[in-house]
């Protein structure tokens, strides 16, 4: 079994394997996100070894939602990483060289295709936590989607997002 080295910090493939088979145990919808819920806890993990802590999930619904309307933006696994020191737990300043690494680790070739997101809530903020997405297919596998996520190039006609069902309704947003 290969082990990654970077100066002192050593990340496993098993750390990588273990979220893996985590992940693929269930699926989150946009509007299932809860920190409480047995499959959000199943999928987070501290490396001790480096200080980061780890969630891998596999997401879906984005473009059934009407989040966004090209539907190769429907799934995706979705990895978040923060960092803290190990003695005491407290954050520190997001590690990208580390999170390149682990981005490599969990994504292979298909990093190249990877959204990456900075921190957007007030605890992703405190925390530094920085999001890399990776869109899928049906049967989870990596694609590069085509164009970008609000195109109706690939999108069936009658296809509403939710500010279009809002729109067609005289609703303001």
């Given amino acids: 079994m290969m082990v990654l080295i970077i100066g002192s910090r050593v990340i496993s493939p098993q750390v990588v394997q273990s979220l893996r088979i985590r992940a693929a145990s269930g699926v989150c919808t946009e509007a299932q996100v809860d920190m409480a819920d047995p499959y959000f806890r199943r999928c987070n993990m501290d490396h001790y070894e480096t200080g980061t802590r780890l969630c891998f999930t596999r997401e879906a619904g984005y473009n059934a939602a009407g989040w966004w309307k090209n539907p190769d933006y429907d799934r995706c696994y979705h990895l978040s990483l923060s960092y803290r020191d190990p ?4 954050s520190r300043p997001h590690d990208h060289d580390l999170s390149e690494k682990w981005c490599r680790e969990f994504f292979g070739d298909a990093v190249r295709w990877i959204w990456t997101e900075p921190p957007h809530s007030d605890v992703g903020k405190r925390r530094d936590t920085w999001h890399f997405r990776l869109f899928c297919d ?3 596998q990596p694609l590069k989607p085509r164009s970008e996520v609000y195109t109706r190039r690939f999108t069936p006609a009658e296809w509403l997002s939710w500010s279009d069902r809002q729109y067609m309704l005289g609703r303001a947003l």
């Fill in 87 to 90: 003695p005491t737990g407290e």
């Fill in 138 to 140: 049906p049967a989870w």
